[in-house]
Protein backbone atom coordinates (compact mmCIF):
# COMPACT_ATOMS: atom_id res chain seq x y z
CA UNK A 1 0.00 0.00 0.00
CA UNK A 2 2.57 2.58 1.20
CA UNK A 3 5.06 1.81 -1.46
CA UNK A 4 6.44 3.83 -4.23
CA UNK A 5 3.08 4.90 -4.71
CA UNK A 6 2.54 9.05 -3.85
CA UNK A 7 0.36 9.40 -0.43
CA UNK A 8 -2.73 7.37 0.28
CA UNK A 9 -5.42 8.03 3.01
CA UNK A 10 -6.65 6.08 5.70
CA UNK A 11 -10.56 6.17 5.81
CA UNK A 12 -10.41 9.17 8.17
CA UNK A 13 -9.28 11.22 5.36
CA UNK A 14 -5.46 11.62 6.90
CA UNK A 15 -2.49 10.94 5.06
CA UNK A 16 -0.66 6.60 5.68
CA UNK A 17 2.37 7.71 7.11
CA UNK A 18 4.62 4.82 7.49
CA UNK A 19 6.58 4.40 10.35
CA UNK A 20 10.00 4.99 10.23
CA UNK A 21 12.72 4.84 13.05
CA UNK A 22 14.01 7.93 14.05
CA UNK A 23 17.61 8.61 13.08
CA UNK A 24 18.60 10.73 16.67
CA UNK A 25 19.42 8.25 19.78
CA UNK A 26 16.13 10.24 21.96
CA UNK A 27 14.10 9.39 19.15
CA UNK A 28 15.23 5.78 19.15
CA UNK A 29 14.88 6.20 23.12
CA UNK A 30 11.13 7.13 22.83
CA UNK A 31 10.40 4.02 20.70
CA UNK A 32 12.35 1.62 22.49
CA UNK A 33 10.75 3.32 25.78
CA UNK A 34 8.62 0.50 26.79
CA UNK A 35 10.99 -2.77 25.48
CA UNK A 36 13.66 -0.87 27.71
CA UNK A 37 11.32 -0.78 30.86
CA UNK A 38 10.30 -4.06 29.87
CA UNK A 39 13.58 -5.54 29.38
CA UNK A 40 14.57 -3.54 32.91
CA UNK A 41 11.60 -5.41 34.86
CA UNK A 42 12.04 -9.10 33.23
CA UNK A 43 16.19 -8.60 34.47
CA UNK A 44 15.25 -7.11 37.55
CA UNK A 45 12.91 -9.89 38.70
CA UNK A 46 15.46 -12.29 38.06
CA UNK A 47 17.92 -10.27 40.00
CA UNK A 48 16.12 -10.20 42.98
CA UNK A 49 15.46 -13.85 43.01
CA UNK A 50 20.05 -14.46 42.00
CA UNK A 51 20.93 -11.36 44.45
CA UNK A 52 18.91 -13.34 47.47
CA UNK A 53 20.04 -16.94 46.68
CA UNK A 54 23.40 -16.12 45.59
CA UNK A 55 24.83 -13.21 47.35
CA UNK A 56 22.38 -13.05 50.22
CA UNK A 57 20.48 -9.63 49.61
CA UNK A 58 18.52 -8.51 52.32
CA UNK A 59 16.25 -5.63 53.95
CA UNK A 60 16.14 -5.08 57.44
CA UNK A 61 17.49 -8.50 58.44
CA UNK A 62 14.98 -10.32 55.98
CA UNK A 63 15.93 -11.64 52.62
CA UNK A 64 14.67 -10.10 50.15
CA UNK A 65 13.12 -12.33 47.37
CA UNK A 66 13.13 -16.35 47.94
CA UNK A 67 12.34 -18.80 45.62
CA UNK A 68 11.87 -18.71 41.91
CA UNK A 69 8.92 -17.28 39.47
CA UNK A 70 7.38 -20.86 40.65
CA UNK A 71 6.52 -19.77 44.01
CA UNK A 72 8.37 -16.82 46.28
CA UNK A 73 8.29 -15.03 49.13
CA UNK A 74 9.15 -11.53 49.35
CA UNK A 75 11.05 -10.27 52.22
CA UNK A 76 10.11 -13.55 53.96
CA UNK A 77 6.46 -12.39 54.65
CA UNK A 78 4.49 -12.14 51.18
CA UNK A 79 3.98 -15.27 50.06
CA UNK A 80 3.40 -15.76 45.52
CA UNK A 81 3.11 -18.37 43.62
CA UNK A 82 2.25 -19.53 39.95
CA UNK A 83 -1.18 -19.94 40.06
CA UNK A 84 -1.44 -22.35 37.11
CA UNK A 85 1.29 -24.69 39.01
CA UNK A 86 -0.71 -24.43 41.62
CA UNK A 87 -4.00 -26.00 40.17
CA UNK A 88 -1.98 -28.27 38.61
CA UNK A 89 -1.33 -29.53 41.74
CA UNK A 90 -4.55 -29.55 42.63
CA UNK A 91 -5.46 -31.53 40.15
CA UNK A 92 -2.89 -34.48 40.95
CA UNK A 93 -5.17 -35.08 44.16
CA UNK A 94 -2.38 -33.35 46.93
CA UNK A 95 -4.07 -30.00 48.61
CA UNK A 96 -0.62 -27.88 49.21
CA UNK A 97 -0.57 -25.85 52.38
CA UNK A 98 -2.29 -22.60 52.60
CA UNK A 99 0.62 -20.88 52.13
CA UNK A 100 1.16 -21.51 47.93
CA UNK A 101 -3.18 -21.36 47.97
CA UNK A 102 -2.59 -17.92 49.00
CA UNK A 103 0.54 -16.74 46.73
CA UNK A 104 -1.94 -18.14 44.26
CA UNK A 105 -4.52 -16.30 44.70
CA UNK A 106 -2.31 -13.20 45.21
CA UNK A 107 -0.61 -13.36 41.88
CA UNK A 108 -3.93 -14.60 40.23
CA UNK A 109 -5.45 -11.59 41.51
CA UNK A 110 -2.82 -9.30 40.41
CA UNK A 111 -2.77 -10.12 36.88
CA UNK A 112 -6.35 -10.66 36.71
CA UNK A 113 -6.60 -7.18 37.18
CA UNK A 114 -3.44 -5.54 35.86
CA UNK A 115 -3.84 -7.78 32.40
CA UNK A 116 -3.11 -11.46 32.07
CA UNK A 117 -0.51 -11.81 30.16
CA UNK A 118 1.42 -8.74 31.49
CA UNK A 119 3.17 -12.16 32.77
CA UNK A 120 4.01 -12.86 29.11
CA UNK A 121 5.69 -9.73 27.66
CA UNK A 122 6.87 -7.94 31.43
CA UNK A 123 7.92 -11.17 33.30
CA UNK A 124 8.19 -14.49 31.72
CA UNK A 125 12.07 -15.08 30.88
CA UNK A 126 11.42 -16.43 27.98
CA UNK A 127 10.35 -13.53 26.49
CA UNK A 128 13.29 -12.10 25.73
CA UNK A 129 14.85 -15.41 23.77
CA UNK A 130 11.45 -15.61 21.75
CA UNK A 131 11.74 -11.64 21.16
CA UNK A 132 15.42 -12.38 20.06
CA UNK A 133 13.79 -14.76 17.56
CA UNK A 134 11.88 -12.48 15.92
CA UNK A 135 14.02 -9.60 16.09
CA UNK A 136 16.27 -11.74 13.92
CA UNK A 137 13.25 -13.81 12.19
CA UNK A 138 12.32 -9.97 11.24
CA UNK A 139 15.91 -9.09 9.71
CA UNK A 140 16.75 -12.35 8.24
CA UNK A 141 13.25 -12.72 6.60
CA UNK A 142 12.76 -16.10 7.08
CA UNK A 143 8.99 -17.54 5.99
CA UNK A 144 7.15 -19.96 8.39
CA UNK A 145 7.46 -23.89 7.89
CA UNK A 146 3.68 -24.62 8.20
CA UNK A 147 0.65 -22.73 9.68
CA UNK A 148 -1.19 -23.45 13.29
CA UNK A 149 -3.99 -22.37 14.89
CA UNK A 150 -3.13 -19.74 17.33
CA UNK A 151 -6.38 -21.44 19.52
CA UNK A 152 -4.10 -24.81 19.75
CA UNK A 153 -2.88 -23.62 23.36
CA UNK A 154 -5.77 -24.04 24.79
CA UNK A 155 -5.88 -27.59 23.60
CA UNK A 156 -2.14 -27.77 25.57
CA UNK A 157 -3.67 -25.98 28.24
CA UNK A 158 -6.29 -28.82 28.62
CA UNK A 159 -4.32 -31.35 27.91
CA UNK A 160 -1.81 -30.00 30.49
CA UNK A 161 -4.72 -30.14 33.43
CA UNK A 162 -5.87 -33.78 32.13
CA UNK A 163 -2.29 -34.87 32.35
CA UNK A 164 -2.23 -33.70 35.86
CA UNK A 165 -5.07 -36.32 36.68
CA UNK A 166 -3.73 -38.97 34.79
CA UNK A 167 -0.27 -38.90 35.74
CA UNK A 168 -0.30 -37.29 39.13
CA UNK A 169 2.18 -35.27 38.50
CA UNK A 170 2.19 -31.28 37.43
CA UNK A 171 2.54 -32.12 34.06
CA UNK A 172 3.29 -28.98 32.64
CA UNK A 173 5.77 -27.81 35.35
CA UNK A 174 7.68 -30.91 34.67
CA UNK A 175 8.65 -30.22 30.84
CA UNK A 176 8.12 -26.45 30.92
CA UNK A 177 10.72 -24.25 29.39
CA UNK A 178 9.74 -21.54 31.74
CA UNK A 179 10.50 -23.05 34.51
CA UNK A 180 13.68 -24.94 33.81
CA UNK A 181 15.12 -21.39 32.09
CA UNK A 182 14.45 -18.99 35.48
CA UNK A 183 15.09 -22.33 37.50
CA UNK A 184 18.58 -22.73 36.12
CA UNK A 185 19.63 -19.63 35.92
CA UNK A 186 18.55 -18.82 39.75
CA UNK A 187 19.66 -22.22 41.72
CA UNK A 188 22.26 -23.10 38.92
CA UNK A 189 22.71 -23.87 35.29
CA UNK A 190 22.15 -27.75 34.03
CA UNK A 191 21.14 -28.83 30.58
CA UNK A 192 17.77 -26.59 31.16
CA UNK A 193 19.09 -24.05 28.13
CA UNK A 194 18.61 -26.85 25.44
CA UNK A 195 15.16 -26.72 25.79
CA UNK A 196 15.24 -22.77 25.84
CA UNK A 197 17.42 -23.32 22.52
CA UNK A 198 14.52 -25.32 20.96
CA UNK A 199 12.44 -22.76 21.59
CA UNK A 200 14.24 -19.59 19.95
CA UNK A 201 15.19 -22.20 17.34
CA UNK A 202 11.14 -23.11 16.69
CA UNK A 203 10.31 -19.41 17.23
CA UNK A 204 13.04 -18.60 14.33
CA UNK A 205 13.23 -20.91 11.93
CA UNK A 206 9.87 -23.50 12.11
CA UNK A 207 6.87 -20.58 13.12
CA UNK A 208 6.50 -17.21 13.71
CA UNK A 209 5.62 -16.72 17.53
CA UNK A 210 5.60 -20.09 17.86
CA UNK A 211 5.86 -20.84 21.01
CA UNK A 212 4.48 -17.61 23.08
CA UNK A 213 2.00 -17.21 20.70
CA UNK A 214 0.80 -20.87 19.47
CA UNK A 215 1.89 -23.83 22.02
CA UNK A 216 2.24 -21.98 25.41
CA UNK A 217 -0.38 -23.18 27.84
CA UNK A 218 0.82 -20.52 30.68
CA UNK A 219 0.45 -18.02 28.34
CA UNK A 220 -3.26 -19.54 27.46
CA UNK A 221 -4.19 -19.65 31.11
CA UNK A 222 -2.95 -15.81 31.49
CA UNK A 223 -4.81 -14.76 28.49
CA UNK A 224 -7.86 -16.72 29.63
CA UNK A 225 -7.26 -14.67 33.11
CA UNK A 226 -7.13 -11.40 32.03
CA UNK A 227 -9.98 -11.30 29.84
CA UNK A 228 -11.56 -8.74 31.58
CA UNK A 229 -8.29 -6.90 33.05
CA UNK A 230 -8.19 -3.11 33.73
CA UNK A 231 -5.02 -2.10 31.89
CA UNK A 232 -6.01 -2.28 28.15
CA UNK A 233 -4.17 -0.20 24.96
CA UNK A 234 -6.69 2.40 23.97
CA UNK A 235 -7.55 2.52 20.51
CA UNK A 236 -8.69 5.94 19.20
CA UNK A 237 -10.63 5.18 16.44
CA UNK A 238 -10.51 8.64 14.61
CA UNK A 239 -6.82 9.00 14.25
CA UNK A 240 -6.47 5.23 12.91
CA UNK A 241 -5.35 6.07 9.30
CA UNK A 242 -5.03 1.91 9.04
CA UNK A 243 -1.45 1.89 7.60
CA UNK A 244 -0.88 -1.59 9.46
CA UNK A 245 2.54 -0.97 11.51
CA UNK A 246 0.95 -1.82 14.82
CA UNK A 247 -0.32 -5.23 13.05
CA UNK A 248 3.97 -5.64 12.11
CA UNK A 249 5.26 -5.44 14.55
CA UNK A 250 2.58 -7.06 17.46
CA UNK A 251 3.47 -10.79 18.25
CA UNK A 252 0.14 -11.74 18.57
CA UNK A 253 -1.35 -9.45 15.44
CA UNK A 254 -4.71 -10.97 15.93
CA UNK A 255 -5.96 -8.92 19.23
CA UNK A 256 -5.37 -6.14 16.73
CA UNK A 257 -8.36 -6.31 14.92
CA UNK A 258 -9.06 -3.01 14.05
CA UNK A 259 -13.25 -3.46 13.80
CA UNK A 260 -13.30 -4.83 17.04
CA UNK A 261 -10.91 -2.28 18.44
CA UNK A 262 -12.75 0.27 16.82
CA UNK A 263 -16.10 -1.32 18.88
CA UNK A 264 -14.80 -1.44 22.06
CA UNK A 265 -12.39 1.86 21.77
CA UNK A 266 -9.48 -0.57 22.70
CA UNK A 267 -7.92 -3.95 22.22
CA UNK A 268 -10.11 -6.50 24.12
CA UNK A 269 -8.77 -9.44 23.81
CA UNK A 270 -6.80 -11.38 26.55
CA UNK A 271 -4.37 -12.17 24.25
CA UNK A 272 -3.05 -9.31 24.12
CA UNK A 273 0.53 -9.17 25.85
CA UNK A 274 0.09 -5.36 27.25
CA UNK A 275 3.80 -5.18 25.97
CA UNK A 276 2.97 -1.79 24.16
CA UNK A 277 5.13 -2.59 21.07
CA UNK A 278 1.73 -1.41 18.31
CA UNK A 279 1.81 2.03 21.12
CA UNK A 280 5.50 2.72 20.18
CA UNK A 281 5.20 2.50 16.38
CA UNK A 282 2.03 4.04 15.73
CA UNK A 283 2.57 6.87 13.93
CA UNK A 284 -0.58 8.45 14.51
CA UNK A 285 -0.92 8.18 18.59
CA UNK A 286 -3.77 6.31 18.18
CA UNK A 287 -2.99 3.42 20.42
CA UNK A 288 -2.60 4.50 24.07
CA UNK A 289 -1.67 2.48 27.46
CA UNK A 290 -5.34 3.24 29.59
CA UNK A 291 -7.76 1.48 31.87
CA UNK A 292 -10.45 -0.61 30.37
CA UNK A 293 -13.49 1.22 28.99
CA UNK A 294 -16.80 -1.07 29.95
CA UNK A 295 -18.95 -1.52 26.74
CA UNK A 296 -22.15 0.33 28.39
CA UNK A 297 -19.86 3.33 28.84
CA UNK A 298 -19.05 3.52 25.40
CA UNK A 299 -21.09 4.65 22.52
CA UNK A 300 -21.35 2.48 19.47
CA UNK A 301 -22.75 3.41 16.26
CA UNK A 302 -21.47 0.96 13.94
CA UNK A 303 -22.20 -1.73 16.27
CA UNK A 304 -25.59 -0.92 17.05
CA UNK A 305 -26.04 -0.61 13.53
CA UNK A 306 -24.83 -3.97 12.49
CA UNK A 307 -26.80 -6.36 15.31
CA UNK A 308 -29.77 -4.25 13.32
CA UNK A 309 -28.71 -5.61 10.00
CA UNK A 310 -28.03 -9.06 11.69
CA UNK A 311 -31.31 -9.03 13.60
CA UNK A 312 -33.10 -8.40 9.96
CA UNK B 1 -24.44 -18.81 8.99
CA UNK B 2 -25.37 -19.25 5.21
CA UNK B 3 -21.65 -18.86 4.72
CA UNK B 4 -20.40 -21.63 6.97
CA UNK B 5 -22.80 -24.02 5.46
CA UNK B 6 -19.99 -24.29 2.83
CA UNK B 7 -18.14 -27.05 5.34
CA UNK B 8 -19.89 -30.18 5.38
CA UNK B 9 -20.72 -32.33 8.46
CA UNK B 10 -18.36 -34.59 6.95
CA UNK B 11 -15.45 -31.72 7.19
CA UNK B 12 -16.34 -31.23 10.63
CA UNK B 13 -16.29 -34.71 11.84
CA UNK B 14 -13.04 -35.01 10.57
CA UNK B 15 -11.72 -31.69 11.72
CA UNK B 16 -12.75 -32.89 14.83
CA UNK B 17 -11.34 -36.13 13.96
CA UNK B 18 -7.56 -34.40 13.06
CA UNK B 19 -7.77 -32.25 16.31
CA UNK B 20 -8.65 -34.86 18.58
CA UNK B 21 -6.09 -37.40 17.21
CA UNK B 22 -3.61 -34.45 17.87
CA UNK B 23 -4.10 -33.64 21.53
CA UNK B 24 -4.15 -37.51 21.92
CA UNK B 25 -0.94 -38.06 20.06
CA UNK B 26 0.69 -35.03 21.96
CA UNK B 27 -0.76 -35.99 25.05
CA UNK B 28 0.57 -39.59 24.84
CA UNK B 29 4.15 -37.96 24.09
CA UNK B 30 4.00 -35.35 26.99
CA UNK B 31 2.83 -38.80 29.21
CA UNK B 32 5.32 -40.71 28.29
CA UNK B 33 7.91 -37.87 28.95
CA UNK B 34 6.53 -37.30 32.19
CA UNK B 35 6.82 -41.29 33.10
CA UNK B 36 10.27 -41.57 31.88
CA UNK B 37 10.90 -38.77 34.68
CA UNK B 38 8.99 -40.18 37.17
CA UNK B 39 11.05 -43.30 37.29
CA UNK B 40 14.53 -41.53 38.06
CA UNK B 41 13.30 -40.77 41.67
CA UNK B 42 14.22 -43.79 43.55
CA UNK B 43 17.92 -42.40 43.30
CA UNK B 44 17.21 -38.66 44.81
CA UNK B 45 17.72 -38.03 48.42
CA UNK B 46 15.19 -35.66 49.46
CA UNK B 47 15.47 -32.98 51.66
CA UNK B 48 14.07 -33.87 55.63
CA UNK B 49 10.48 -34.45 55.71
CA UNK B 50 9.75 -35.14 52.07
CA UNK B 51 6.80 -37.03 51.68
CA UNK B 52 6.42 -40.63 49.71
CA UNK B 53 8.24 -40.54 46.79
CA UNK B 54 5.08 -40.15 44.36
CA UNK B 55 3.53 -37.42 47.02
CA UNK B 56 6.74 -35.23 47.17
CA UNK B 57 7.12 -35.59 43.48
CA UNK B 58 2.54 -34.14 42.90
CA UNK B 59 3.40 -31.26 45.31
CA UNK B 60 6.98 -30.03 44.77
CA UNK B 61 6.14 -27.04 43.18
CA UNK B 62 10.44 -26.78 42.60
CA UNK B 63 10.53 -23.08 44.07
CA UNK B 64 13.79 -23.50 45.71
CA UNK B 65 12.89 -21.97 48.66
CA UNK B 66 14.50 -24.91 50.43
CA UNK B 67 17.95 -24.71 49.08
CA UNK B 68 17.72 -20.54 49.99
CA UNK B 69 17.02 -21.80 53.49
CA UNK B 70 20.05 -24.69 53.76
CA UNK B 71 23.03 -22.64 55.77
CA UNK B 72 25.41 -25.55 54.21
CA UNK B 73 24.58 -24.92 50.63
CA UNK B 74 23.32 -29.20 50.80
CA UNK B 75 20.65 -28.83 48.66
CA UNK B 76 20.25 -28.40 45.36
CA UNK B 77 17.74 -28.46 42.56
CA UNK B 78 17.55 -30.64 40.01
CA UNK B 79 18.69 -29.91 36.11
CA UNK B 80 17.63 -31.20 33.42
CA UNK B 81 20.62 -33.43 33.17
CA UNK B 82 20.21 -34.34 37.12
CA UNK B 83 18.54 -37.36 36.00
CA UNK B 84 16.48 -36.78 39.24
CA UNK B 85 13.16 -35.34 38.19
CA UNK B 86 13.76 -31.73 37.36
CA UNK B 87 13.60 -29.18 39.27
CA UNK B 88 12.92 -31.21 42.09
CA UNK B 89 15.62 -30.49 45.70
CA UNK B 90 18.10 -33.52 46.37
CA UNK B 91 21.66 -33.41 47.69
CA UNK B 92 24.30 -35.58 47.29
CA UNK B 93 25.59 -37.05 50.48
CA UNK B 94 29.33 -37.41 49.46
CA UNK B 95 29.31 -34.01 48.06
CA UNK B 96 27.58 -32.21 51.20
CA UNK B 97 25.61 -34.33 53.63
CA UNK B 98 22.26 -32.86 55.73
CA UNK B 99 24.46 -31.79 58.99
CA UNK B 100 20.68 -32.18 60.36
CA UNK B 101 20.01 -28.32 61.98
CA UNK B 102 18.21 -28.63 64.73
CA UNK B 103 15.81 -25.81 63.77
CA UNK B 104 15.09 -27.63 60.13
CA UNK B 105 15.49 -24.14 58.59
CA UNK B 106 14.11 -25.83 54.73
CA UNK B 107 11.27 -27.11 56.20
CA UNK B 108 8.91 -24.60 57.38
CA UNK B 109 9.38 -22.57 53.90
CA UNK B 110 8.25 -24.69 51.86
CA UNK B 111 5.06 -23.17 50.41
CA UNK B 112 3.09 -26.30 49.46
CA UNK B 113 4.14 -28.93 52.07
CA UNK B 114 6.15 -31.40 50.22
CA UNK B 115 8.12 -30.98 52.77
CA UNK B 116 6.25 -32.02 55.69
CA UNK B 117 6.20 -29.21 58.22
CA UNK B 118 5.03 -31.84 61.20
CA UNK B 119 8.74 -32.35 61.20
CA UNK B 120 9.99 -31.36 64.91
CA UNK B 121 13.05 -33.26 65.40
CA UNK B 122 15.61 -33.56 63.04
CA UNK B 123 16.20 -36.89 64.48
CA UNK B 124 12.77 -38.14 62.96
CA UNK B 125 14.16 -37.48 59.33
CA UNK B 126 14.31 -39.94 57.17
CA UNK B 127 15.87 -38.69 54.01
CA UNK B 128 17.23 -42.27 53.75
CA UNK B 129 19.02 -45.13 54.52
CA UNK B 130 23.21 -46.05 55.06
CA UNK B 131 24.33 -48.90 54.01
CA UNK B 132 27.82 -50.59 54.36
CA UNK B 133 29.58 -52.28 51.81
CA UNK B 134 30.82 -54.81 53.71
CA UNK B 135 33.57 -55.89 51.14
CA UNK B 136 35.36 -52.59 51.05
CA UNK B 137 34.38 -50.97 54.58
CA UNK B 138 38.27 -50.87 55.95
CA UNK B 139 36.71 -51.93 59.59
CA UNK B 140 34.82 -54.77 58.38
CA UNK B 141 38.54 -55.91 56.72
CA UNK B 142 39.80 -55.78 60.25
CA UNK B 143 41.69 -52.09 60.36
CA UNK B 144 40.62 -50.00 63.20
CA UNK B 145 38.26 -47.06 61.26
CA UNK B 146 34.84 -46.50 62.74
CA UNK B 147 34.94 -43.36 61.43
CA UNK B 148 31.22 -43.32 60.21
CA UNK B 149 30.55 -44.42 63.66
CA UNK B 150 32.28 -41.75 65.39
CA UNK B 151 30.71 -39.19 62.95
CA UNK B 152 27.14 -40.43 62.97
CA UNK B 153 24.83 -37.51 64.54
CA UNK B 154 22.72 -40.10 66.05
CA UNK B 155 25.74 -40.92 68.20
CA UNK B 156 25.24 -44.68 68.95
CA UNK B 157 22.14 -45.33 67.65
CA UNK B 158 21.92 -45.20 63.72
CA UNK B 159 25.80 -46.68 63.76
CA UNK B 160 27.10 -48.98 66.39
CA UNK B 161 30.18 -50.92 66.47
CA UNK B 162 29.87 -54.51 67.24
CA UNK B 163 33.60 -56.64 67.91
CA UNK B 164 33.46 -59.66 65.77
CA UNK B 165 36.33 -62.10 66.22
CA UNK B 166 38.66 -62.11 63.60
CA UNK B 167 39.75 -65.51 61.51
CA UNK B 168 43.81 -64.50 60.49
CA UNK B 169 44.66 -63.49 64.33
CA UNK B 170 43.33 -62.65 68.12
CA UNK B 171 42.77 -58.96 67.14
CA UNK B 172 38.96 -58.36 67.27
CA UNK B 173 36.99 -56.94 64.59
CA UNK B 174 34.96 -53.34 65.59
CA UNK B 175 32.27 -53.72 62.60
CA UNK B 176 29.97 -50.55 61.74
CA UNK B 177 26.19 -51.94 61.99
CA UNK B 178 23.23 -49.46 60.93
CA UNK B 179 20.19 -49.29 62.49
CA UNK B 180 17.04 -48.00 60.17
CA UNK B 181 14.75 -47.42 62.86
CA UNK B 182 17.53 -44.19 63.55
CA UNK B 183 19.47 -43.55 60.62
CA UNK B 184 18.18 -40.04 59.47
CA UNK B 185 20.01 -40.17 56.08
CA UNK B 186 21.65 -37.34 56.50
CA UNK B 187 24.54 -38.81 54.89
CA UNK B 188 27.66 -37.59 57.09
CA UNK B 189 28.76 -41.63 56.76
CA UNK B 190 29.11 -41.18 53.36
CA UNK B 191 30.91 -38.03 53.38
CA UNK B 192 33.81 -38.82 55.98
CA UNK B 193 34.09 -42.32 54.89
CA UNK B 194 37.57 -42.42 54.03
CA UNK B 195 37.87 -45.29 51.22
CA UNK B 196 38.18 -44.25 47.58
CA UNK B 197 34.59 -44.84 46.83
CA UNK B 198 32.80 -44.38 49.75
CA UNK B 199 31.71 -48.19 51.44
CA UNK B 200 29.03 -46.52 53.46
CA UNK B 201 26.06 -44.90 51.34
CA UNK B 202 22.79 -43.23 51.59
CA UNK B 203 20.01 -44.53 49.47
CA UNK B 204 15.88 -44.91 49.90
CA UNK B 205 15.04 -47.16 52.59
CA UNK B 206 13.17 -49.01 49.37
CA UNK B 207 15.68 -49.53 47.23
CA UNK B 208 17.45 -51.69 50.10
CA UNK B 209 15.43 -52.69 52.56
CA UNK B 210 13.58 -55.99 52.66
CA UNK B 211 10.32 -57.08 54.26
CA UNK B 212 9.96 -60.54 56.65
CA UNK B 213 6.37 -60.67 56.15
CA UNK B 214 3.55 -61.71 58.32
CA UNK B 215 4.51 -65.68 57.38
CA UNK B 216 7.38 -65.40 59.61
CA UNK B 217 7.35 -65.50 63.41
CA UNK B 218 9.82 -64.76 65.47
CA UNK B 219 9.47 -66.87 68.34
CA UNK B 220 11.27 -64.93 70.92
CA UNK B 221 8.86 -61.88 70.26
CA UNK B 222 5.80 -63.47 70.70
CA UNK B 223 5.04 -64.06 74.21
CA UNK B 224 3.62 -67.88 74.28
CA UNK B 225 4.19 -71.04 76.64
CA UNK B 226 5.59 -72.75 73.45
CA UNK B 227 8.04 -70.07 72.89
CA UNK B 228 9.26 -69.49 76.58
CA UNK B 229 12.49 -71.26 75.49
CA UNK B 230 13.75 -68.91 72.61
CA UNK B 231 13.97 -66.21 75.11
CA UNK B 232 16.97 -64.53 75.32
CA UNK B 233 18.87 -65.62 78.63
CA UNK B 234 18.60 -63.33 81.27
CA UNK B 235 20.85 -62.24 83.96
CA UNK B 236 24.31 -60.17 84.75
CA UNK B 237 26.34 -60.46 81.21
CA UNK B 238 29.86 -59.93 82.74
CA UNK B 239 29.45 -62.56 85.12
CA UNK B 240 30.63 -64.49 81.39
CA UNK B 241 32.90 -62.48 80.66
CA UNK B 242 36.01 -63.75 78.93
CA UNK B 243 39.69 -62.89 80.36
CA UNK B 244 41.26 -59.65 79.94
CA UNK B 245 42.07 -58.60 76.83
CA UNK B 246 45.82 -58.20 77.73
CA UNK B 247 46.21 -61.55 79.02
CA UNK B 248 44.41 -63.51 76.42
CA UNK B 249 46.72 -61.54 74.34
CA UNK B 250 49.84 -62.35 75.80
CA UNK B 251 49.06 -66.13 75.84
CA UNK B 252 49.96 -68.47 72.99
CA UNK B 253 51.22 -67.94 69.43
CA UNK B 254 49.57 -64.71 67.79
Given at each position: MSSGNPVTTGPNGRPVKPFIMPASFSGKLQVWHLLLLRRAVQIGVLLLFIGTVRWGWEVAGRPVLTGNLSSSELFGLIPMADPFATLQILLTGHLPLQEVLLGAAIILGAYALLGGRVWCSWVCPVNMVTDLSAWLRRHLGISDLFRLSRSIRYTVLALALILSVLTGVAAFEWISPISMLHRELIYGIGLGWTAVLGVLLFDLFILRNGWCGHLCPLGAFYALVGKLALIRVRFDTPTCTHCGECAKICPEPQVLNLKEAAAAGMIASGECTNCGRCITVCPEGTLQFDLRRFPVARQKPDTTKSRQRSAL | MVKQAAITRRDFFARVGQGAALAATGGLVWSYLLKQQAQ???YAIRPPGALAEADFNASCIKCGQCVDACPFDTLKLATADAGIPIGTPYFIPREIPCYMCEDIPCVPVCPTGALDHALENIDDARMGLAVIDIENCLSWQ?????ICFRECPVQNRAITVEHHPRRISKHAMFVPLVHSDACTGCGICEKVCPTQKAAIRVLQPDLVQGEIGDHYRLGWTIDSPITQDFKAATGDPGASAPATGLDYLNEGPL
Open positions: - | ATPGLRCE
